[in-house]
Every structure is written in structure tokens, then in C-alpha cells.
């Protein structure tokens, strides 16, 4: 619904009409509904049928700014319980006149802001890393802009992407100088096509529920696939760096699922504020210090650029050495960030931040029976502090008990049942949201340290195998929630067994395959088998009406 005496930017349109991401939507003199908002449509037209036109309608008659047929139905279809999404429209114009003088003036103010130019500055993301910024989005707007003037979609060029950045591993798998050269070339345009996709998606409103997917997914899939480029180049000039690939591939994740739960815990908490946090808001005043710290983190454009420069430059041994040390320090920098805010602000978490980190955890079936039947532990703390022990255990069991030892087994039953004890209560605590990451941080470890041990040929390669699958189905996990939808399905984390399964799992092969060949087979069926179902699963719901129509922006700065 568009009033006839509309005076606006055409993008102002495009923004209150065409994004799908949202049931209703309105900028003023005009509406529109989707499928889902259309029974509310319907209903505000009849509850404004026979009423004055001047008059607010709406069961509380509330008086409105948009006094036109469209925004006075908004304001009703807000009043009956349907949300109408109403964008920032900046300097962009979307005005009705009453009389011809305003008519002059909305003119004007239309004629002197330039629309493609807006339009172009609100495709780049509001906050991202320093390379991003000022060595990519400067020229990749542009190309998103080609990219929508030809009729190509963002998951194209999402696809292409990916494609580079596979052409890129298999360069870097070549072991040559040429091929390490072309690796980070290609490596840097698959970035620059990330970076476009996105753009490509906020210039056009083209949101979709495959894009969300595809967005989320194929970042990962292109990074842990040139680890592996790079780890099969190395082999080829005699250097066997898989546990370094396996060790970058699990630090980057744990990063990752440290950030998904902390923010998952405090994003809807009450009084959610600290010293701390009021101290990182005073530093977001001084320029030069948001840069320097949106660097320290070490974000995906200067992760990457790091990567490529390196690999051109220098061997894959020290590509690896230089994202351990560089994503360490990000790691240690952002964590302890987040214990501060959280040991000294005062916040009460919701249910559904306890139900989130409950979800996140990725709890099996020995771990939910051990919470349901056995003891709940007390105190504030118990739950982190119980998941860490289970962690080290497990972890320093694989690490000091001799290969194939029964001891690797007797730890995994024991860190099942303290997984299960730790997640016995609501995580409502204030460190509760290192639940998640001790369980990532000891599964992918214990893999990393047994296959390392093992001293079987292809061991370290199927388990990257193994762990890029696992980290899969705990990504998808985090896109879920974030959408809205919840986790996947129990039946599923079920059938993959949950963190403390898989672990128990793993460390029963060891055991029972002690330095034999059958160890890296079984690794790899594991792995297939998990990948399958996960796989199978996750585009099922992602391609499923169900699927959250939202775009991703991909890694934070």
C-alpha cells in the first residue's frame, strides 16, 4: 500500500517494501505485508473500514505520525500483535505532502541526498575489521553493484567464492612455489567475492533462507579446506604438518563458540551492564583504539589476508605457527575480556539465554541421563568449574596415559558423567557460558591428541576429517538458534552421539586399534558417518519453509 502522494527516495521504498526478512513493513505513506501478515492486513482494513479518515484507528486509538491509510494500518496491525518492522532511512527521503509547499520541500530534500550513493554506503557493513574496511569494501561495493545491474544473486556469488577459495587449497596441495603464490591470490578473491555477497544481499534486499546457509557455512568449509591444501602441500615437499592444520582448525572454533556463547548468555540479560563494558564504551570514543582492537582479534579479513601474504611468502609450517600464535592471543584478549564483564556486572540470564547454552552444549545421551538421575551440584560455579575439570581430565588422560591404555576409556566415562552433572541446572550463572566451550575444546582436542599419538599413517587426516564434521553440526547449531528456530532436532544430536559419546567413542577405537591401520579407517568412517547425517539434516531444514529468512554478516570484527 502506497499513498499516490508519496515524495521519496526510491530506496526509501525498496527498504520498507522489499526486504523479506520481515512479516510487515512501513516507512511513511506506505506498507506492505507478507503471507504471514496478511490475516493482520485484512483485519486492520476492516477495523478502519467506516471510521473518519483523519482519525487514529486501533483498539486504543492511539494518535500516529503517519496520518496516511498505510501508517494508521500499521499502527493498528502493532496494536492487534503483528510487529511492522519501520527501517532507518538516514538521509534518505519518504514523506507525504499535504499541500504544495511541503511538496517543494520533500522535493528538495530528495533531489539534494543522492540515493545510489546512500544505497551504495549501507551495502558495506556498519562495523567490520580494519582490512575490510579499507582495503576490500572500497571497491567490492562496486562490484556487488555490477553483480545486481546483470541479474546475479548473492548466492552465486557466495558459490563463487567458495569455488576460488577451493581452487586456492588445491594450489596450495601442489607443494610448489607457483602453486603457494597462486593459493594466496585466489585466496584474497575469494575474500574479496565473501565480502561482495554480502554487499551484493544489503544492495539489493536479496535475503533468503539458502543465502543465510550458504553464508554461514561456506566461510568455514573455505578455510578449513585450505588447511588441508596446505597441509597435503607440505607433505608433498616432505614436511607432515596435520597436527598444526588440526590445532589451527580447533583453536578458530573454540574462538568461535566462546563468542556464540557469551553472547548468547547476555544479549536479552537484565541489567546487563559493568565496569568493563563501560570502559570498552568510553574507548569506542577514540578512534584509533575501536581499529586496534577490532585487529587484535585477528577477524576473518586479517586472518586471511595473514594467511595468504604467508603462503606466498613463506612455507606452510610457518603459516600454521603464525595462526596458532596470532588466534592464541586473540583468544586469550577476547576471553579475558568477557570473564571481567561477566564477574563484575550484575545480570539476571532469561530462560532462553539457560535454554541456548543448554542447546550449545551439544549434550548425548549418557550425558542427559547422568543430569536427569544424578546428583545436581550447588553453588554459582559448579557448572563451569565442573565442565573444565571434565575437560582437563580428558584431555591430560590422552595426553599422559600410553596409547591404547583402558585408563582413555575410564576418562571418557568419567568426563561423560561430570558433562552430564555440569548441565544438571539451568545455566543461568555468571560463567556459565564456558560450558559450551570446555565441551568443544575437549572433544576436538582429545581427537587431536589420540590421532597425534597414534602413530598410524593418515590418523592426523582423518581426524581433521572427523572434527571439521563435528564442528559442522555445532556451527549449524549456533545458525539455528541465532534464526530463532531452536537447535537441531534431539533425534539428531542423539544419532551423532553428543560431545561426550563421540569422545567415548573415539577413545574406545584407540584402545581397541592400538597402532593399527584400522584406527585411520575407523576415524574416517566415523567421520563420513557424522558428515552424512549432519549434512543430510542441515539442508533439509535450511532449503524447508521453516528456515529463518535472515542474512547472515558472517564473522564479527
Wanted: charged share 15%.
Amino acid at each position: 500500500m502506497v499513498d499516490p502522494r508519496f515524495v521519496g527516495h526510491v530506496h526509501a521504498l525498496r527498504l520498507g517494501l522489499t526486504d523479506p526478512r520481515f512479516p510487515a513493513a512501513a516507512v511513511p505513506g506506505a506498507l506492505t505485508a507478507q503471507p504471514e501478515a496478511r490475516p493482520a492486513l485484512a483485519s486492520a482494513l476492516d477495523a478502519a473500514a467506516g471510521t473518519d479518515a483523519d482519525a487514529p484507528t486501533g483498539p486504543s486509538a492511539v494518535p500516529v505520525a503517519d496520518r496516511t491509510v498505510p501508517g494508521r494500518i500499521a499502527v493498528t496491525m502493532d496494536a492487534g500483535g503483528t510487529a511492522v518492522q519501520r527501517p532507518e532511512l538516514g538521509s534518505l527521503v519518504a514523506a507525504v505532502p499535504v499541500d504544495e509547499p511541503e511538496r517543494e520541500a520533500a522535493r528538495s530534500a530528495r533531489d539534494a541526498v543522492d540515493d545510489e550513493a546512500v544505497r551504495l554506503r549501507s551495502a558495506v557493513k556498519a562495523h567490520d575489521g580494519f582490512f575490510t574496511t579499507f582495503f576490500i569494501s572500497p571497491y567490492s561495493r562496486y562490484i556487488a553493484r555490477w553483480c545486481a545491474r546483470r541479474g546475479l544473486t548473492p548466492n552465486q556469488v557466495t558459490t563463487a567464492s567458495l569455488l576460488t577459495a577451493l581452487i586456492a587449497a588445491g594450489s596450495a596441495a601442489t607443494g610448489t612455489r607457483g602453486g603457494y603464490v597462486a593459493a594466496g591470490v585466489l585466496l584474497l578473491l575469494s575474500f574479496v567475492l565473501d565480502c561482495t555477497d554480502g554487499q551484493l544481499a544489503r544492495y539489493s534486499l536479496q535475503y533468503s533462507t539458502m543465502g543465510a546457509w550458504l553464508d554461514a557455512t561456506f566461510d568455514r568449509a573455505k578455510e578449513y579446506a585450505y588447511y588441508a591444501g596446505l597441509a597435503l602441500g607440505a607433505a608433498r615437499g616432505g614436511d607432515d604438518v596435520w597436527a598444526l592444520a588440526l590445532g589451527a582448525m580447533v583453536l578458530q572454533a573454540c574462538r568461535h563458540v566462546i563468542d556464540f556463547s557469551f553472547n548468547e548468555a547476555n544479549h536479552d540479560a537484565v541489567a546487563n551492564s559493568s565496569p568493563t563494558a563501560a570502559l570498552s564504551d568510553r574507548l569506542d570514543s577514540v578512534g584509533w583504539t575501536v581499529w586496534l582492537r577490532r585487529m587484535i582479534v585477528l577477524p576473518i579479513g586479517e586472518r586471511w589476508a595473514m594467511i595468504a601474504v604467508l603462503t606466498a611468502l613463506t612455507t606452510p609450517r610457518t603459516v600454521f605457527y603464525a595462526l596458532l600464535i596470532g588466534c592464541a592471543f586473540a583468544a586469550c584478549y577476547t576471553t579475558a575480556g568477557r570473564l571481567l564483564r561477566s564477574l563484575t556486572r550484575k545480570a539476571e540470564r532469561t530462560d532462553r539465554a539457560a535454554r541456548a547454552l543448554a542447546e550449545l552444549a551439544d549434550s548425548g545421551p549418557l550425558a542427559q541421563f547422568v543430569a536427569a538421575v544424578g546428583p545436581r551440584l550447588g553453588g554459582s560455579w559448579s557448572a563451569p568449574a565442573t565442565a573444565l575439570l571434565a575437560g582437563v581430565l580428558m584431555v591430560a588422560s590422552a595426553l599422559s596415559q600410553p596409547f591404547g591404555s583402558w585408563h582413555t576409556i575410564l576418562a571418557a566415562v568419567v568426563y561423560a558423567m561430570l558433562s552430564g552433572m555440569a548441565v544438571s541446572r539451568p545455566l543461568k550463572g555468571a560463567l556459565d557460558w564456558l560450558v559450551p566451550p570446555a565441551f568443544r575444546a575437549a572433544e576436538y582436542c582429545t581427537v587431536l591428541v589420540l590421532a597425534a599419538r597414534s602413530d598410524v599413517q593418515g590418523a592426523l587426516p582423518a581426524a581433521f576429517g572427523l572434527v571439521s564434521a563435528v564442528a559442522y553440526h555445532h556451527y549449524d547449531t549456533v545458525y539455528r538458534i541465532r534464526g530463532g528456530t531452536g537447535a537441531p532436532p534431539r533425534w539428531l544430536v542423539r544419532t551423532i552421539g553428543g560431545h561426550e559419546g563421540r569422545t567415548l567413542v573415539v577413545a574406545v577405537l584407540a584402545t581397541v586399534f592400538t597402532r593399527h591401520a584400522a584406527f585411520t579407517v575407523a576415524l574416517t568412517t566415523l567421520a563420513a558417518a557424522v558428515a552424512l547425517v549432519v549434512l543430510v539434516e542441515s539442508i533439509r531444514f535450511w532449503v524447508s519453509s521453516g528456515a529463518p529468512a535472515v542474512h547472515d554478516e558472517g564473522e564479527t570484527a
